[in-house]
């Protein structure tokens, strides 16, 4: 069945960094876009970064241009999230996201991300 594993979330001082991974199975992953969405307590769940397939484009929210980085390992089935200098502003539940087309859409379970003093 597929699965999207989330892992390396947890408490970072402010101008710390982070590494997430995402390790999918089930699917073709080389075949699926990958992106990066958070969720904050009482915010709606917004997006942090995405990938082609390929892995030859990318994009990001406006609030994490130029310190957070996207990156795929096809051969692995893995996608990263680099998070450097991150702000309590960033602390949320972080979520893996698959997607092919309009219709193939897969989530992972989360990853927390608290970034606290």
């Known amino acids: 069945q597929v699965q999207l594993v989330e892992s390396g979330g947890g408490l970072v001082q402010p101008g710390g960094s982070l590494r997430l991974s995402c390790a999918a199975s089930?699917?073709?992953?080389?075949?699926?876009?990958m992106s990066w969405y958070r969720q904050a307590p009482g915010k709606e769940r917004e997006l942090v970064a995405i990938m082609s397939s390929t892995g030859g484009s990318s994009n990001y929210g406006d609030s994490v241009k130029g310190r957070f980085t996207i990156a795929r390992d096809n051969a692995k089935n893995t996608v990263y999230l680099q998070m450097n200098s991150l702000e309590p502003e960033d602390t949320a539940v972080y979520y893996c996201?698959?997607?092919?087309?309009?219709?193939?859409?897969?989530w992972g379970r989360g990853t927390q991300v608290t970034v606290s003093s």
């Open positions: 089930g699917f073709t992953f080389s075949s699926y876009a």
């Open positions: 996201r698959a997607t092919r087309g309009a219709r193939m859409v897969y």
